[in-house]
């Protein structure tokens, strides 16, 4: 067993790259080993800006051994009349280094085959390990990848230096004239030079003396307790402390080596601006974190973080105050420039605005969305339609202004600042906010009812436009975020129980682009069976019984709350045994009736005991059902349903379904038809079955 310490030394890569980076090493890692039947212990992922490290404990010393099979020509191709190999046989022989007798005959769903079987001594793992790591940074993927000198390979940086130990022995290979070696990089501006590196255990230790913190947890805490230092040794009053987005600490974490926060103020008057702005503009250019007092109100101070120690800390000071006044003076003067106007002033420019190419312009979108907003707020929230139109008519107007083309990420935000200071009404203001939320999968949802509205309106018009244009989300490409959208809208419906069609309100979706889109029943097919795949996969992945989701989606996915009532039902009857023979039961009856559609029973046909017996008792718990089915009780309909699991049992036993009789076959299959569609009300259970 051995320790293997590989890392890949660079100039600075861009802070978002490195998670992702960090998990390809991963996976592309246990994919090799698995493939080359190598076992190994604990893998560990480290990173700095200027470096993405693997250390893989307990590393096998040889390869696991393996039988090979090789499968060559067919037996009829194989061999001739007499029984002697062909020219087919000896040459795959001959290919794979055998000859014509080591090859075996087996039988495949094809026929008799020829292969050949090997059986392979595990080679050392250190012969394997130079070009295992070669393909560990050639199949490493980035947004954006560059080439410098005469090299091929693409990299998101220019590679610096490959540190690559198996314990203490180097791993010798050369990639791109860059020749692997057991030294790794200090600190860029305090230790500029190589550092030799013993093995794995020491390098951590290592690297920390030349001012690297190479684990990212470690260092993340370290940028916590520096900027909460800057803040505590600063000016400002007690209670005062660092406003922690976590999406910059992340951020930052990856932007430094060696953090060393250092706290800074900024002139009184940009306190004037909103919230959002201030902090959006020393986030997104600056990096910078926000000071609050106490109370979290926002303070005229921030926290910059540093990839190096301070000589002067006042003058490294002075030099983050003075960048940051620059950007809010900019920031306090598209502010002032936007309140020249209102709103409204803002929609006619929305003329001029794309929002897709083929459908049209965000003065056209808007129109749009105003009406779907009005169709939903008179079925789900009749009392507040006319505000939620007026949140739609102005929801996309701050896209014009000065500040949102600064900060895209302030729209909404800005929409409703806006909207207070050109006097709107509060759930107005609130509504073109929030109609952007949830922005994310686990983000908060609109808490008014206006903003409910349009951001369902919004997402069902890019939703509908989209498949309506053919611009359906692939494997690797969603431009619009098609993906997102759809969870956004379900999570919305879910949240506020809104018992509504899905497919009425897509095909209006639809009626509004006109001639623009392709609105037939086929595309809204394709809009339904999209969500649904996005639905399924939330649900399952939320802890419902898969095969509870897979029966309750097959009779109906329009309404996905009452689709979820029935999932929810259909999994707490799965731990009931009867049930379990119930769904096999019916599992058993739709392979029987196939295409069958007859549900009309004629009860003079009805001759063994056993049908008669099951078709009283279908009548009866029908009548039990029909109620619970109206009133959404699908779990008490369940169990009504389950009464039928003996009758069931004992027509199998004793009647047989395809009976010579044509009259009566039919009656029968009637009957199997007739239980099958009382129970689909609620969902298919034989899927609960194979299961």
């Avoid at 509060?426 to 509504?431: F, S, W």
């Amino acid at each position: 067993m051995s320790n293997l310490l590989f890392e890949i030394g660079t100039e600075e890569l861009p802070a978002g790259y490195i998670e992702p980076a960090l998990q390809q090493l991963r996976q592309g890692f246990r994919a090799k080993m698995l493939e080359l039947g190598v076992t190994y212990g604990l893998i560990r992922t480290l990173a700095t800006p200027r470096r993405l490290t693997l250390i893989a404990e307990d590393l096998a010393e040889y390869q696991e051994d393996w039988r090979e099979e090789i499968m060559g020509p067919s037996v009829k191709a194989a061999y001739d009349k007499d029984g002697k190999p062909t020219k087919a046989a000896q040459g795959f022989a001959r290919s794979k280094g055998a000859t014509a007798e080591d090859l075996q005959v087996v039988e495949t769903p094809k026929g008799e085959y020829l292969v050949l079987v090997r059986e392979n001594k595990g080679q050392p793992v250190s012969e394997l390990l130079p070009d295992i790591l070669k393909k560990l940074i050639v199949d490493i993927s980035f947004p954006k990848a560059m080439r410098w000198g005469s090299n091929s390979l693409s990299f998101a940086r220019p590679i610096q230096w490959l540190l690559a130990l198996n314990d203490s022995t180097v791993i010798d290979f050369e990639l791109e004239g860059i020749q692997s070696s057991n030294t790794s990089g200090g600190h860029r501006f305090l230790n500029n030079y190589p550092v030799r590196i013993n093995d794995a255990a020491g390098y951590e230790e290592q690297l920390a003396q030349v001012n690297v913190m190479v684990d990212q947890e470690k260092r993340k805490n370290s940028v916590l307790k520096s900027i909460e230092k800057a803040v505590a040794d600063s000016v400002f009053p007690d209670g005062a402390r660092v406003y922690v987005d976590e999406d910059l600490l992340d951020t930052v974490t990856n932007l430094v080596e060696f953090p060393c926060g250092v706290c800074g103020r900024f002139d009184e008057k940009f306190l004037s601006l909103p919230g959002d702005v201030l902090i959006t503009s020393m986030k997104e250019h600056q990096k910078y974190f926000p000071v609050v007092d106490s109370k979290g109100k926002l303070l005229a101070g921030f926290v910059a973080v540093n990839n190096t120690r301070m000589e002067d800390e006042t003058l490294t000071r002075q030099g983050h105050e003075r960048v940051l006044r620059a950007r809010l003076e900019d920031a306090l003067f598209f502010f002032k420039s936007d309140q020249d106007h209102t709103l409204d002033d803002f929609i006619p420019a929305l003329h001029g605005s794309v929002f897709q190419a083929k459908l049209g312009t965000m003065h056209a979108k808007t129109d749009r969305v105003v009406k779907l907003t009005r169709m939903l707020a008179e079925k789900l929230e009749p009392s507040c339609t006319e505000d939620a139109c007026r949140a739609a008519q102005l929801c996309k107007a701050d896209l014009l202004t000065e500040m949102v083309g600064e900060f895209p990420s302030l729209q909404g935000i800005m929409g409703h600042a806006y909207a207070v200071l050109g006097g709107e009404k509060e759930n107005v203001a609130l509504a073109i906010k929030e109609h952007y939320m949830p922005k994310r999968a686990d983000a908060e949802l609109p808490s008014c009812a206006e903003g409910t509205m349009v951001g369902m309106a919004d997402r069902l018009d890019t939703l509908a436009g989209c498949f309506g244009i053919g611009q359906i989300p692939t494997g690797t490409a969603d431009p619009f975020g098609l993906r997102r959208i759809s969870l956004a809208l379900l999570h919305i419906i879910q949240h506020n129980s809104y018992g509504l069609s899905l497919r009425e309100v897509v095909h209006k979706a639809l009626a509004l682009y006109g001639d623009k889109v392709d609105g037939s029943g086929a595309t809204v097919d394709a809009v339904l069976a999209f969500m649904e795949g996005r639905y399924r996969n939330d649900t399952i992945a939320g802890g419902l019984d898969a095969g509870a989701v897979s029966a309750g989606i097959a009779a109906g996915f329009d309404d996905v709350n009452d689709c979820t009532r029935r999932i929810q039902a259909l999994a707490a009857m799965r731990t009931n045994a009867a049930f379990s023979v119930l769904a096999g039961s019916y599992k058993r009856i739709k392979n029987i009736i196939k295409d069958h559609e007859g549900t009309q029973i004629q009860e003079d046909l009805l001759v063994e005991p056993a049908e008669k017996a099951l078709y009283g008792l279908h009548r009866e718990v029908r009548q039990q059902m029909e109620p619970m089915l109206a009133m959404g009780d699908y779990l008490a309909a369940l169990e009504a349903f389950l009464q039928l699991k003996e009758p069931v049992d004992t027509f199998f036993d004793e009647v047989m379904v395809m009976d010579n009789n044509e009259d009566v076959r039919r009656n029968r299959l009637n009957l199997l038809t007739a239980l099958g569609e009382l129970v689909l009300r609620i969902g298919d259970i034989s899927r609960m079955q194979e299961s």
